[in-house]
Nanobody
Framework: VQLQAFGGGLVQAGGSLRLSCAAS????????MGWFRQAPGREREFVAA????????YYADSEKGRFTISRDNAKNTAYLQMNSLKPEDAAVYYC????????????????WGRGTQVTVSS
């Protein structure tokens, strides 16, 4: 199983970025996908998750209304659209995959991609 997150970069506060997570080596449409982030000196925290079909989405409270998770099962790719970015959103963002149902707990996700850095300037 390979997951690769990309699309990070430097953006001004209030700006937008779209992260992508490309997957291979798994039955993509059977997996829940999650996005997590980790800032320096902090624990890796849940950002958003999406069900197999894309019909159900879940967000951390601080991201509701600003971030949108989606997936394209034909492309084995998940996305995280991030709008109205704040300096506190700066972190390394990781995508992760799991079978079974929804979870916001990183230990429940067995598959992880390398992260992509998001930097937000004030």
């Amino acid at each position: 199983v390979q997951l690769q997150a990309f699309g990070g970069g430097l953006v001004q506060a209030g700006g937008s970025l779209r992260l992508s997570c490309a997957a291979s080596g798994l039955s993509w449409s059977r997996y829940y996908m999650g996005w997590f982030r980790q800032a320096p000196g902090r624990e890796r925290e849940f950002v958003a998750a999406i069900s197999w079909s894309g019909g159900s989405t879940y967000y951390a409270d601080s991201e509701k209304g600003r971030f949108t998770i989606s997936r394209d099962n034909a492309k084995n790719t998940a996305y995280l659209q991030m709008n109205s970015l704040k300096p506190e959103d700066a972190a390394v963002y990781y995508c992760a995959a799991k079978t079974g149902g929804y979870s916001d707990t990183r230990e429940r996700y067995p598959y992880w991609g390398r992260g992509t850095q998001v930097t937000v300037s004030s």
